[in-house]
């Protein structure tokens, strides 16, 4: 069973809206922090958004600060990243991620995390 399964990506115009999830399989869900990366095209992979365990902590890239928005459902194991006034710099392959941590507070901005899933492609255009 794939533990991260992410869906939601599309192609959008500049200053459009999408919504992407992040199913995941791992048990219990609130055992985990969970984060969304990205890859440009000939760039390295980058922290987006991180939530830690129980909704309590977020935290965001500084370059989606105020755009984007990162929540979790418990009862149905999703993660969600909400994007809006996407612009054509936000183009990129987009990652969830999932880390056990025992701490409550902790929102991991490095790419020490436990699983992947394959990523879902967003590209925005001018």
């Known amino acids: 069973q794939v533990p991260l399964v992410e869906s939601g990506g599309g192609l959008v115009r500049q200053g459009d809206s999408l919504r992407l999830s992040c199913a995941a399989s791992?048990?219990?869900?609130?055992?985990?922090?969970v984060g969304w990366f990205r890859q440009a095209p000939g760039k390295e992979r980058e922290f987006v958004a991180g939530?830690?365990?129980?909704?309590?902590?977020?935290a965001y890239a500084d370059s989606v600060k105020g755009r984007f928005t990162i929540s979790r459902d418990y009862n149905n194991r999703m993660t969600y990243l909400s994007m809006d006034n996407l612009q054509p710099e936000d183009t990129a392959l987009y990652y969830c991620?999932?880390?056990?941590?025992?701490?409550?507070?902790?929102?991991?901005?490095?790419?020490?995390?436990?699983?992947w899933g394959q990523g879902t492609q967003v590209t925005v255009s001018s």
């Open positions: 991620a999932a880390k056990k941590t025992e701490s409550t507070v902790s929102v991991p901005t490095t790419e020490n995390y436990d699983y």
């Open positions: 791992l048990s219990p869900f609130s055992d985990i922090a």
């Open positions: 939530v830690s365990r129980y909704n309590s902590r977020t």
